[in-house]
């Protein structure tokens, strides 16, 4: 994995090659192994890469790099998996150079160079940002791998533009004006993330996965197309489902296992006891000629704590297990540091568990493969199995008694709610899961706006359904494109699924341990990512993802040839932290130094006596607002980090006390 930068520009505010090296050297953690900046002055390039050696560790596998032609010069971050496939196609067609290195840095330019990038890219398997310069077409093109797994964002400047794989690379540009964007602090409040679609900065974008950004400084002017969308990999060929298809799903998962476990450095797998981790380790064992490293985070708080369901898969396969069991105070003592990993406001808690994982696994090894994208892609979250059936229910009752009712649990929300008493004690005493009722004080007041699937899931993936009442400025967030285009072929079920896939998979799953492994100087690779699983996931009849009441099922029948299913199944449980507690103990002070910066508020444009009721109320145990103070307090702590560097704009976030 690397970090890669660059500017566009006549007017970029400096002298351009040693500003291109500050924005690389911001990148350090990405690459710590070399460093390289090129540039061509007349045309206005200069290319910046970090490097952390996966492939070729030699000079060969150096960058930024020329093509063999010297048309192309690249700077490219991520790893092309079929890349050996792609170099026997382009021998096949007496196309091949004789090659310098064995580096995939080397095999994608020479395919550029036969194929065009378009095409390249979707004979590709693998996850990248690109950053291609084209001498004789003097142009620049910006691309990301189809489900979003690298960063790439870009910056508009006033004569150009710059791009990083992260924000504080942008920072170091003069030209660059960073003023906050009021549009995605609402979405961020809304979602407790920045969406794909926006930044926490006016003139930054993101690139969108499985799209191409062309730029011309001669003609500026920028052209986005994509390459490869996710309707496409979905709908591809779903009538020509095969005869096996679980037999088919494991070979096509056997295969991707198999290419990337390609590397020239240690490598291992996070391992978390549940079906999708203990899948991809299965599949890695079974193919490896020696024992696999297989990684498991715990916590010393039983609770919280899933590292033994993690050994008895690893003592079942055979794996070289390491457990690593960590005290609260180790979360705690990393929540500084999370402005500097996470360059936008991002407040998943699990960052926290993933960030030491990732920490800790860097010792052992520079590759870890994960099961990211198993629960978007095979229907693994609660609310792809009860969706629909819940916007059935809701449909059979008139809107005004949904209306009723929904005002009825927001009047008892209280007793719903208390940390102490009340149906929290009964529930605890009863052994029900306490989630559920904080999911029918969060649903049941807007029961009687959701007259429809995309509503429904707004309201089921929101952490605040109208973020307008926190910010001194109401504000709309914008709700996201239909991935499948209107597809009417399609269940509830998979509609979900495809819209998690587009958007919190890349905007919230992808971010966080993409940040959290790089900052440790790790590579993490995704099989389930694969454009051919993604394929093959949506050729399967909905009864092979979600059936019994369960989810996955596909991944559940392969993994049982591998791993008892009674090592497995288990409530699902993720990598939670007791936010609600520690806001009322270890973490009391931090939060209201935060909240007491009036500065701070002011320049997040939230409202004060807002924040300040939704702080009191839960410090009083009358209700548990961890997740959405968690938040607003992430927000606040990642604009002390950053005040000196934003440009304040006095009409951009009226402040209203």
């Known amino acids: ?43 206005g390039i200069v290319l910046g890469h970090r490097r952390l050696s996966i492939l070729d560790l030699s000079p060969a596998g150096a960058q930024p790099m020329a093509s063999p032609c010297g048309r192309f ?37 020479v395919a550029i160079a036969r194929w065009g990038l378009p095409s390249t890219l979707r004979r590709a398997s693998g996850m990248f940002a690109i950053a291609l310069w084209d001498r004789q077409e003097r142009t620049l093109s910006l691309a990301r791998d189809r489900m979003g797994e690298k960063p790439l964002y870009l910056a508009e400047l006033p004569d ?35 969406p794909e679609t926006l930044c926490i900065f006016r003139d930054v974008r993101k690139v969108a996965p499985g799209h191409i950004a ?38 096509v998962l056997g295969d991707v296992v198999e290419e ?40 010393d708080d039983e609770r919280f704590n899933e590292a033994p369901h993690a050994a008895a898969v690893a003592r079942h396969l055979g794996t070289d297990h390491t457990e690593i069991i960590l005290s609260e105070r180790d979360a705690l003592d990393v929540i500084p540091r999370m402005p500097a990993i996470y360059d936008e406001p991002f407040a998943d808690s699990s960052q926290i568990p993933t960030t030491l994982l990732c920490r800790e696994a860097r010792r052992s090894v520079t590759v870890a493969l994960t099961g990211d994208g198993g629960d978007e892609i095979f229907g693994g979250y609660n609310r792809h199995v009860i969706g629909p059936r819940l916007l059935a229910n809701l449909q059979r009752v008139p809107c005004a008694v949904r209306q009723v009712g929904g005002q009825a649990v927001a009047a008892l929300a209280p007793l719903i709610v208390a940390e102490n008493g009340g149906l929290r004690t ?24 959701i007259d429809s699937l995309p509503a429904l899931y ?17 504000a709309k967030v914008a709700d996201p494109a239909d991935p499948l285009d209107g597809s009417s072929n399609v269940s509830p079920s998979e509609w979900m699924m495809a819209m998690d896939s587009v958007t919190y998979l890349p905007g919230d799953i992808l971010v966080k341990v993409d940040r959290a492994a790089m900052a440790a100087s790790l590579e993490t690779r995704a099989p389930f990512l694969d454009a051919r699983v993604v394929t093959a996931a949506w050729k399967l009849p909905l009864e092979l993802k979600i059936a019994d009441g369960k989810g996955k099922q596909a991944l559940r029948s392969i993994l049982d040839r591998y791993v008892p299913r009674d090592l497995i199944e288990r409530p699902k449980q993720g990598f939670s932290i007791p936010l609600d507690r520690w806001l009322r103990g270890a973490l009391r002070q931090w939060g209201e130094s935060l909240l007491c910066d009036d500065d701070l508020v002011d320049l997040a444009g939230l409202k004060r006596t807002a924040i300040h009721k939704l702080w009191k109320l ?19 702590d990642w604009l002390r980090h950053y005040r000196h560097d934003v440009v304040r704009v006095p009409d951009l976030l009226p402040v209203i006390a």
Request: charged share 20%; net charge negative.
């Open 1 to 43: 994995m690397c970090g890669i930068c660059g500017i566009l520009s006549h007017q970029a505010g400096g002298e351009p090659e040693p500003m291109v090296q500050a924005m690389a050297r911001s990148l350090h953690h990405r690459g710590p192994d070399d460093e390289g900046v090129w540039a061509d002055a007349g045309s």
């Open 73 to 109: 010069m690249v700077a490219f971050n991520g790893e092309i998996y079929n890349h050996l496939a792609l170099r026997d196609a382009l021998e096949a067609e007496d196309a091949a150079p004789l090659w310098r290195g064995h580096s995939d840095t080397e095999t994608l330019l």
């Open 160 to 194: 150009g533009w710059a791009f990083a794989s992260e924000i504080k690379a942008l920072l170091e540009v003069p030209a660059f004006k960073p003023v906050l964007c009021r549009d995605a602090i609402a979405a961020y409040l809304a979602y407790s993330y920045v």
């Open 214 to 251: 062309t730029l011309s400084l001669n003609r500026k002017s920028i052209a986005i197309e994509p390459y490869e969308s996710f309707a496409d990999l979905a709908e591809a060929d779903r009538a020509d489902a095969p005869a096996d298809p679980l037999a088919s799903l494991e070979a």
């Open 260 to 299: 990337q476990t390609l590397s020239d450095v240690p490598l291992g797998c996070f391992l978390s006891g549940g079906v999708d981790s203990s899948l991809i380790a299965s599949l890695m064992q079974s193919r490896a000629t020696r024992k696999v490293r297989t990684f498991a985070i715990g916590f």
């Open 426 to 449: 009964l529930a605890r005493k009863m052994r029900l899961p306490i989630t559920a009722l904080d999911n029918v004080a969060k649903l049941a007041p807007h029961a009687a706006l």
């Open 458 to 474: 707004q309201h089921l993936t929101r952490s605040v359904a109208d973020p307008s009442g926190l910010l001194s400025e109401a």
């Open 618 to 636: 839960h410090q009083s145990g009358n209700a548990n607002n961890g997740t959405q103070l968690w938040t607003i307090l992430v927000l606040l």
